[in-house]
């Protein structure tokens, strides 16, 4: 089957972005389309795909799934992309979107630079409860402390966005200590059945740095739930204040951020198109062929890419 798509990135968290309100597949179907596109050795690639679907309530719906075909909870930066489709397909500007058990609120927001597209995302409240990941053997709620089961003596916070999050302050980023603890979460050990997203967090001033393991993709330049949950995870700490913006940054750039006292986070970051497509897709094998590239939106790559270097 072909398919058409839009390759879009959020802070350098890069998707094909598929409308799928007339698109009838299951879910089996729509993992070997994940698989397919989402393969870096593939004609597209991507950390997984994004779909723009229809939910009785709500005007926007959101699905994500991953390169290995699972599906998550959510994807804040995915979700400004999505957003951003609904906004252009319905002539809308602001809306609630339906994920996969929780919903958030976006708005098209002010330029963050120049020929940037920009949205606004209102995703929580924040759950601390770990035994509904469930995550075993530490009580209900993880603040700070080290996990025996980990191959690291740092300590986590345990967030979820609604996806799970263990985050930790502790220390310089070391990638190979980040990719080994990613690596135990993602075998889904029996104290951790559906597996967990890890990110290894330094502070600068009042700012963050976030490099992220996330879960069904690996190392990634950007996850905009574990920004979310940092920020999150910060405030709880001291390390930042409830209600003050900070800048969060990135492999793939960088968004706004505001945490709350009742556990909603506010994002505002990019929703950038990179071409327009269409593609051969064998969902059964899980493999792509025959890119088309219709368009390409390189005033807005190039905005976007000049916003980073200048650190907006």
Known sequence: MRIDFIKCHGSGNDFPLIDARAITLDDASWAG??????????????DGILLLTQNAGVPIRMRMFNTDGSESETCLNGLRCVARAGFEALGIDHAVVGLMNSQ??????????PGVYTVRETAGPADLDVTAWPLGGMGQQILEQPIAMLPSERRFTAVAMPNPHLVSFDGSIDEAEL???????????????????????????????????????GLTDSCGSAMAASVFAACLAGRVDFGSEITVFN?????????????????????????????????????????????????????????????I
């Open 104 to 113: 958030a609120t976006v708005e098209r927001d002010a330029a963050i630079a």
């Open 179 to 217: 990719v080994a603890v990613g690596n135990v979460c993602e075998a889904a050990p029996a104290w951790l059945p559906r597996r967990a997203n890890v990110s290894f967090v330094e502070q600068r001033g009042s700012d963050l740095f976030v490099r992220t393991f996330e879960r069904g993709i």
């Open 33 to 46: 389309v994940a698989r397919a596109l989402a393969d870096r050795a593939g004609p597209v690639g991507g």
């Open 251 to 311: 492999r793939g750039g960088l968004v706004r951020a505001q945490a709350e006292r009742d556990g909603m986070v506010r994002l505002s970051g990019n929703a950038t198109w990179v071409y327009a497509g269409s593609v051969e897709v064998d969902a059964a094998s899980g493999t792509a062929r025959d890119l088309i590239v219709t368009e390409r939106y390189d005033e807005e790559v190039t905005a976007w890419a000049t916003a980073v270097v200048r650190g």
